[in-house]
């Protein structure tokens, strides 16, 4: 198996995207921890799913964007288990409104978990990954950071910034025998893109090419590959997701 003996801790792991990373990092025979912001029953149905097929699972319950609270699960990750080799940043949320409707709070919010939960997370698993002198990062960015988006100027900024950390941070920890990629996503069916009308959903697959949505497993299987010994010559890039949406 690829990963075997790995450790790997993918961020908002209770649903949608970071779910079936947390499934296929584990299939593939890393051992996975699955943080999530609330939902612990969604997170126990992952843990129990990967234990039920033979694989290690723990739960990592914290909010991304309060630092001390990232320090002490990863800490405690390290401890259970030795190491941190893969660290996947998914966690994600959207508070969507017109510029001139989006409130202060909502831009911060966005901004404070998207953007500086992947700064919190990649510090802090980085200087464990420093010492081992290898580790694989992979950062959730989204289409909508390339090309931005009506009712989005939080999130795009937010995913837009974290392509910007990706590329340097691959370069301050390439040395030290660290990847750093992101991946942009299109759009993808989960809890987050559930709330569209199906007007608007109907109009978004209509522009893409290969004429579908996306499922949580074709981000997992980019997230495979990036963290598997088939990736070892790649960082700083940003692989779009999207069914070409993007082009
Ligand atoms: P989702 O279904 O809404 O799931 C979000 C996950 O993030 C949940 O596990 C949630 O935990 C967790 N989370 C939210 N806030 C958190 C916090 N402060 N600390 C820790 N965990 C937190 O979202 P998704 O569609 O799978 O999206 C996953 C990632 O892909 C996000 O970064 C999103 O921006 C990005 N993305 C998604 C799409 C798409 O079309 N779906 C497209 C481009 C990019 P709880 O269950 O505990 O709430």
Do not use: H
């Not at 996975?32 to 029953?41: K, M, S």
């Not at 033979?54 to 990750?77: W, Y």
């Not at 001139?100 to 709070?105: E, N, Q």
């Not at 025998?177 to 569209?196: E, K, Q, R, S």
């Amino acid at each position: 198996m690829a990963l075997n003996g790995k450790t790997a801790l993918v961020t908002g792991a209770s649903r949608g995207i970071g779910r079936a990373i947390a499934l296929r990092l584990a299939s593939d025979g890393a051992r996975v921890a699955i943080n999530f912001a609330g939902n612990l029953d969604k997170a126990r149905e992952v843990q129990s799913i990967i234990e039920g097929n033979g694989g290690q699972a723990m739960l990592a319950q914290c909010n991304v964007a309060d630092f001390n609270a990232v320090e002490n699960m990863i800490k405690s990750i390290v401890d259970a288990w030795g190491s941190i080799g893969i660290l996947v940043n998914n966690a994600g949320i959207t508070r969507d409104n017109l510029l001139l409707r989006m409130k202060p709070d909502d831009f911060d919010a966005v901004i404070d978990t998207n953007l500086k939960g992947v700064f919190n997370c990649t510090k802090v698993a980085s200087k464990f990954m420093i010492k081992q002198r290898s580790g694989r990062i992979v950062n959730m960015s989204s289409v909508v950071a390339l090309n931005g988006n009506v009712g989005q100027t939080n999130y795009a900024a937010a995913k837009a910034g974290i392509i910007g950390f990706t590329k340097s941070a691959a370069r301050e920890l390439a040395p030290r025998g660290i990847t750093v990629n992101a991946i942009a996503p299109g759009f993808i069916d989960t809890d987050m893109t559930a709330a569209m009308s199906d007007a608007v959903k109907q109009a978004t697959v209509e522009r893409i090419p290969l004429g579908r949505v996306g499922a949580p497993d074709d981000i997992a299987n980019a997230v495979a590959f990036l963290t598997s010994d088939q990736a070892t010559y790649i960082t700083g890039q940003v692989l779009a997701v999207d069914g070409g949406l993007s082009m």
